[in-house]
């Protein structure tokens, strides 16, 4: 299973990026899928997650109301669009891919894309 990550990069605080991860190796659309982020120095924390159909979604409360995820089976693609980007949410962000289910445990990752907020 590979998980290609994408979209990172330097945003001013109230800015927006999107994350895309691109799942290779697994039926995409049988798997509940989440995004995860690394600041430094902290342990790595969840974000948000989808189920495999798209019909449900769970944020961490720091991503509530700011960011979305969302995707697109037919492109085996999962999203986080982040927007009202704060300093704090400069991170590694990471794709994954849930042995069971969302709740997971996560079993597969994707390399991490950089986001770096500057206030």
């Known amino acids: 299973v590979q998980l290609q990550a994408s979209g990172g990069g330097l945003v001013q605080a109230g800015g927006s990026l999107r994350l895309s991860c691109v799942v290779s190796?697994?039926?995409?659309?049988?798997?509940?899928m989440g995004w995860f982020r690394q600041a430094p120095g902290k342990e790595r924390e969840f974000v948000a997650a989808i189920s495999w159909s798209g019909g449900s979604t769970h944020y961490a409360d720091s991503a509530k109301g700011r960011f979305t995820i969302s995707r697109d089976n037919a492109k085996n693609t999962v999203y986080l669009q982040m927007n009202s980007l704060k300093p704090e949410d400069t991170a590694v962000y990471y794709c994954?891919?849930?042995?069971?289910?969302?709740?997971?445990?996560?079993?597969?990752w994707g390399q991490g894309t950089q986001v770096t907020v500057s206030s």
């Open positions: 994954a891919l849930p042995k069971y289910g969302i709740n997971g445990p996560w079993d597969y």
């Open positions: 190796g697994r039926t995409f659309s049988n798997y509940d």
